[in-house]
């Protein structure tokens, strides 16, 4: 993956980056890439960071030090933290001004060419660009190597690149989308907000902005600043330098807003293997789910957004935009039914699993909590599993080899995900509560795709780790 990131616009965009690097033992980081924040038009919304205009690398040169300090514990929890140096060689900078109008002939800057480097690779997998500022740097990217290759080529690279862009926050994705139809653009405008939100404008009206279902920051108030004040305790203290540097996100008026923003979500879903596969975008996972089809979108469209004005003179462009899922939470039984509950459905679960990362900080493997492995008809793996299934036919799920690492025992939830399937009849699963289920192919689902989802939950004191399996039953 890669991320563009523009550091120092806003707190959330930091306490990201915090994130992030606890997760970098999950995903092959292959570019860090600071872009210009904004317009000099652009309000700052949060002048603690004032700094509007610009690239500031050396954000991420400050967080990767810290990570350095803190990455021997890390590794007596789990295997695969890069090296400091490692990640130091993947910082870079886009153009140092914003949007289209810093990209052009002789503009490539060490991050543009970052994106190139990993796309070229000889290796096969595709290329996660995840936007949570301005897209220039990849524009620039696209507008080289257009007049240097051929259009086969182009259209390869093209062809390995995936996007997730936080809410259009330059008219660069419109440019993109224009001049290069086929690359697979999410475009989140609302869900992306449900990772600790949603709050103002992004909140429905007659809802308070104190609502923040769910709510899962306990004992704290269920409040924006109810969560600052369980991340001071999980994350700012005592937990090493890395995560002293996740900082308060403030307004103007010095009222707490909700954490991380919409950052966080454009590549939280690739960190949980079992749960999510990225190439489809449609299925759903921690970092929520997608269309399955493209839409022209209109600049402006549905509210008054901050760019998005700006990107008129690139229509028409199409981009997948956000899904909706219907859940109900099992530790509340509160119905939800909205464009954010595909990211919000999972918030116990990457909270809780953050939590205790940033233990691993601080704390030897005995004295923390890792997550448990959840195994399907004895397979230990995170994957999604693939299975074919006649109408009518019954299917034993056996959850029975599952594991934790320290010892805890384990609570079995088995549910279905109907909106991730193309089956639209009623799904029951027999004694879903335990390890060992059972679920009968609905009569009428040939032709008809089925989700179904293990999670498998430890029972730890203060603070319960989840491990996911989905099941993908193809009925011919």
Known sequence: MILLTDLLGEQDDSQMLVRLLMYANEVDIEGLIAVSISDPGYPAREPSQPHRIGVHPEELVKDINAYAAVRPNLLKHATGWPTAEFLMSKVGAGPYGYGMAAVGDGQSTPGTRLIVRAVEAPDPRPVYICVTGGANPLAQTLWDYRKTHTAEQVKALVAKIRVYDDFGQDDAGAWICHNFPDILWIRSLDQAF????????????????????????????????????????????????????????????????????????????????????????NWGGWGGRFQEHKVQISAGQDRVRSFGEGEKPYEPFAMFPDATDKWTDPDTGKTYDDVWTPIRRWRRAYEDDFQARMEWCVKDFKDANHNPVAAFNGDLGRTVVRLTAPAGGTLTLDAAASTDPDGDALRFRWFPYPEAGTYEGAIAIERAGEKIARFEVPADAAGKQIHLILEVRDEHPGNSLFAYRRIVVDVP
């Open 194 to 281: 449900g990772l600790m939100g949603p709050g103002p404008p992004h909140i429905p009206p007659g809802v308070s902005p104190t609502a923040r279902d769910p709510y899962v920051w306990q004992p704290y108030p269920p409040t924006d600043e109810g969560q600052h004040l369980w991340m001071k305790e999980h994350v700012q203290r005592d937990h090493g330098p890395l995560g002293a540097l996740y900082p308060d996100r403030t307004t103007g008026n010095g009222r707490f807003r909700y954490l991380e923003g919409g950052n966080t979500s454009t590549w939280i879903g690739l960190v949980n293997k079992g749960l999510y596969d990225p190439e489809h975008i």
